[in-house]
């Protein structure tokens, strides 16, 4: 997952931690973050619900909702 953020904000130096979030990461605007989830639902074969993508509010609960999925 790590990847698919330093790649969709050009930050190859982004060093994710659970309380990061969009007000953290220049250019993670509305528009990145549904680019975001995309890129993670192809990347790992699941589908997030609009209730799912709407409570993400940091890195530490899209970790948690994608370990929900995939194991």
């Known amino acids: 997952m790590s990847n698919i ?5 050009n930050r190859p130096d ?3 931690n659970d ?3 969009a007000k953290d990461v220049p ?3 509305s528009f990145n973050h549904v680019n975001l989830i995309i890129s993670i639902e192809e990347e ?3 589908r997030f ?3 799912e993508v709407g409570g993400m509010q940091n890195v530490g609960n899209l970790k948690t909702l ?6």
Not at 66 to 71: N, R, V
């Open 19 to 21: 309380d990061l979030s």
């Open 5 to 9: 953020f330093k790649v969709l904000f």
């Open 49 to 51: 619900s609009n209730d």
């Open 27 to 29: 250019g993670w605007d």
């Open 14 to 16: 982004l060093k994710l």
């Open 66 to 71: 994608l370990a929900s999925k995939t194991t």
């Open 44 to 46: 790992f074969g699941v």
